[in-house]
């Protein structure tokens, strides 16, 4: 796969199908390594599309699935579902976000001006494979997963930087950038994830998965846990609403660049505000991307002529109630925003509405109401259900 993201669903849906054949062994074979930008490789690099919904995991599931047996491509379905489960699990404990943000803030004021936090970010730090990725990482909005990992590690227990430093780094420059994807891996590899359990980078490991390109010295030999307060117990998930009822606006925004089906076909629609607000996204790489995909989106929509379709840079209440105001309805339904800053501003949205009389209905997924309530304890519980949710939703071939 190319590593060029362009950002349409069009290319998403391209480049999944592009993809597809190879999801089975060759994907399971050839995932972990790394050879480099530009270079072949056996991951689908659909991460952009799926960070913003312009694909959907169910579809790109069903997509590998039409071809493969869930024997062949599970490999592949695991990974997805990862994303899944992170999602899941962040949304039950929502304070996990609040807790990363408060600890980035008070580390970025504790190291202000810190030179080896400058040449970490800057890849001059001379640990050959890391100073790589930084510069990768800043250039192209992507890293592979292993380098993800390789980095993460070599951040917290060589350079012993703050991990949540480190997230932070990766949300500016990652096109794919996702609260929850990225808060609880880079907690993962610091050993506060799973307790106890941390990812050591080792220069074998890298010289082996990047084709020999870096086997970087000096590395740290052990990795002992990071420490916190304890990880407050999953809390039921919120009840999302319904797309039936009264007329409505559709608001899309960043996290569901492209309503489900369902949502769609139950609800009245009489306009679509597509929001893409740079402000509730970190990087210029994100940004960009998801302004492309909303002007792509507006124009799409715009030629069904269905109902109009208005862009805005800015979500907030003043926007969302003159939206509603020219559609001439007392509703707004969006597809439902997981943890994080679009569902922390739709939060403070909904009251203001609720001053104008306008009601803000949140619409989960299908597929997040199957597989969140599973993400309760580890990935490993959550797996075990993987195969019978997947029939049930009819992705499976018996
Ligand atoms: C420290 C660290 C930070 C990360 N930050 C992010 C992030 O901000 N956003 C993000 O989408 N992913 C993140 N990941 C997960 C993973 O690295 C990327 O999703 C993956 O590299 C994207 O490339 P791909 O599309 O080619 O993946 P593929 O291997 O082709 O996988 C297909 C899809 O499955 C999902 N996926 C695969 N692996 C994982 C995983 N380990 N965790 C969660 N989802 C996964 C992604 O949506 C991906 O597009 C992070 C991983 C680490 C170790």
Redesign the pocket.
């Known amino acids: 796969?190319s590593g060029v993201f362009e950002p349409t669903r069009a290319a998403g849906l391209a480049r999944m199908h592009a993809?597809v054949p190879h999801?089975g062994r060759a994907?399971a074979e050839g995932?972990n390594s790394d050879l480099g930008p530009g270079r072949p490789?056996?991951?689908?690099?659909?991460?952009?599309?799926?960070?913003f919904r312009l694909l959907s995991?169910q579809e790109?599931c069903a997509a590998v699935l039409e071809k493969h047996s869930l024997a062949a491509a599970e490999k592949?379905v695991q990974?997805?579902?990862?994303?899944?489960?992170?999602k899941g699990w962040l949304e039950m404990r929502p304070g996990i976000w609040t807790r990363f943000v408060e600890e980035r803030d008070v580390q970025r004021e504790r190291l202000r001006n810190v030179r080896a936090l400058e040449q970490a970010e800057q890849g001059r730090t001379g640990i050959e494979g890391f100073d790589d990725w930084a510069r990768e990482l800043v250039e192209t909005g992507?890293?592979?997963?292993?380098?993800?990992?390789w980095?993460?590690s070599i951040w917290i227990f060589t350079l012993r930087l703050p991990w949540a430093l480190?997230?932070d780094f990766?949300?500016r420059h990652?096109i794919?950038?996702?609260?929850?994807?990225?808060?609880?891996?880079?907690r993962?590899?610091a050993g506060l994830q799973t307790a106890g359990k941390t990812?050591l980078a080792t220069a074998d490991n890298i010289a082996r998965y990047t084709g020999g390109r870096f086997a970087p010295k000096g590395l740290a030999e052990i990795a002992e846990p990071l420490t916190e307060a304890p990880v407050p117990a999953a809390t039921p998930l919120g009840e999302a609403g319904s797309a039936r009822g009264a007329p409505a606006l559709l608001l899309v925004t960043s996290d569901d660049m492209h309503p489900d089906e369902a949502l769609l076909r139950e609800a009245d629609i009489r306009g679509t505000c597509i929001a893409a607000d740079r402000a509730l996204l970190w990087g210029d790489k994100a940004g960009a991307f998801v302004a492309d995909a909303a002007r792509d989106m507006a124009a799409a929509l715009g030629e069904t002529g269905k109902a109009p379709v208005k862009r805005i840079d800015a979500l907030n209440a003043g926007a969302i109630v003159q939206a509603s105001r020219e559609a001439g309805v007392k509703r707004v339904v969006t597809p439902y925003a997981p943890v994080g800053p679009v569902a922390t501003r739709l939060a403070d949205i909904a009251k203001a509405l609720e001053g104008e009389g306008i009601e803000l209905v949140q619409v989960r997924r299908d597929w997040d109401e199957t597989f969140w309530p599973h993400a309760r304890k580890g990935f490993f519980p959550f797996k075990q259900h993987m195969g019978r949710l997947l029939e049930d939703m009819g992705l499976t071939r018996t």
């Open positions: 796969m993809f999801s994907y995932r490789s056996a991951v689908s690099q659909l991460s952009p599309w799926l960070r995991e790109v592949y990974e997805v579902l990862w994303r899944t489960y992170w992507y890293l592979h997963n292993h380098a993800r990992m980095f993460a480190g997230a990766f949300l990652l794919d950038a996702d609260a929850a994807s990225n808060t609880l891996s880079w993962w590899v990812y």
